[in-house]
T-cell receptor
Framework: DQQVKQNSPSLSVQEGRISILNCDYT??????FLWYKKYPAEGPTFLIS?????DKNEDGRFTVFLNKSAKHLSLHIVPSQPGDSAVYFC????????FGKGTRLHILP | NAGVTQTPKFQVLKTGQSMTLQCAQD?????MYWYRQDPGMGLRLIYY???????DKGEVPNGYNVSRLNKREFSLRLESAAPSQTSVYFC????????????FGNGTRLTVT
């Protein structure tokens, strides 16, 4: 059973607008959540994380929001830039790190 | 600083052949991991090594073995390759187990025919 779900396989956003990537989880024991970004032919790179005791973490253009009651987190990218086109993986930790299936983000010129 | 280096980058095997995927990190990290990525499946953990001298199974360990050769190196072996093992394999390391972000290599693309 999938514990970390990214229900949108792909998302297209105009350059300069806000990109919102969503992630749902089922395991209430997860205590830490992460987002990774992946370009083709490269490994994933760590982007931003949030502890389960917080509801928001911001790093430059990237903000992650956590809604524990809904078991939902989202990554906001503002403003979106061409270099943000990539696959984004949501991940969560209990005794291991579990990854979602990823969302491919296309930034349109 | 190279980070996490994986060799080879590409490999084609016939069913039943064996091979070892190599991984080395130069960040003095304690923990190392092997994941596989399949279309529509995300990243799935095969094996990990929390520290030198220890290894543990992940979600999909069947058909694989690992060796933590020293602190720097963590290899993944396929003893008898099967078409179901066609995938992209990523090695990763972290400073201290699951509490630190993972740093990934660029992957090995393996095709088993």
């Amino acid at each position: 059973d999938q514990q970390v779900k990214q229900n949108s396989p792909s998302l297209s956003v105009q350059e300069g607008r806000i990109s919102i990537l969503n992630c749902d989880y089922t395991n209430s024991m997860f205590d830490y959540f992460l987002w990774y970004k992946k370009y083709p032919a490269e490994g994933p790179t760590f982007l931003i994380s949030i502890s389960s005791i917080k509801d928001k973490n911001e790093d430059g253009r990237f903000t992650v929001f956590l809604n524990k009651s809904a078991k939902h987190l989202s990554l906001h990218i503002v403003p979106s830039q061409p270099g943000d086109s990539a696959v984004y993986f949501c991940a969560a930790r209990d005794d291991k790190i579990i990854f979602g299936k990823g969302t491919r983000l296309h930034i349109l010129p | 600083n190279a980070g996490v280096t994986q060799t080879p980058k590409f490999q084609v095997l016939k069913t039943g052949q064996s091979m070892t995927l190599q991984c080395a990190q130069d960040m003095n990290h304690n923990s190392m991991y092997w994941y596989r990525q399949d279309p529509g499946m995300g990243l799935r953990l095969i094996y990990y090594s929390a520290s030198e001298g220890t290894t543990d199974k992940g979600e999909v360990p069947n058909g694989y073995n690992v060796s933590r050769l020293n602190k720097r190196e963590f290899s993944l072996r396929l003893e008898s390759a099967a078409p179901s093992q066609t995938s992209v394999y990523f090695c990763a390391s972290s400073e201290g187990g699951w509490v630190s972000p993972l740093h990934f290599g660029n992957g090995t693309r393996l095709t088993v025919t």
